[in-house]
């Protein structure tokens, strides 16, 4: 059974930093490609960055030079580290495992599985 299971989140000042950890489980790391998105209230879900096999990253405009992502495939972990955080990043974020070829990894249904969420809020 695959388990992605996203922690990290939580509360934090505007300017400040968090970093998000997702834990896999019962798939090969390394053979996925692995994205986090992000999902404000009232808002569709969105493409935050991602991170193929061969560890080329992809960023949406808005992370591009806040954010870090990064993958431990020991560990059979990705990272997202978050820094300068804004209000306007206040939302569910999650991770996500897709097999393919990697093309198109700012789109949702390009991944094979999903976490279950962690929740950033960011105060102003």
């Known amino acids: 059974q695959v388990q992605l299971l996203e922690s990290g989140g939580g509360l934090v000042q505007a300017g400040g930093s968090l970093r998000l950890s997702c834990a896999t489980s019962g798939l090969t790391f390394s053979n996925y490609n692995m994205g986090w998105f992000r999902q404000a209230p009232g808002k569709e879900r969105e493409f935050v960055a991602s991170i193929t096999r061969r560890a080329i990253t992809y960023y949406t405009d808005s992370a591009k030079g806040r954010f870090t992502i990064s993958r431990d495939n020991a560990k059979n972990t990705v990272y997202l580290q978050m820094n300068s955080l804004k209000p306007e990043d206040t939302a569910v974020y999650y991770c996500?495992?897709?097999?393919?070829?990697?093309?198109?990894?700012?789109?949702?249904?390009?991944?094979?599985?999903w976490g279950q969420g962690t929740q950033v809020t960011v105060s102003s």
């Open positions: 996500a495992a897709d097999v393919g070829s990697g093309l198109y990894q700012h789109v949702s249904s390009q991944y094979d599985y």
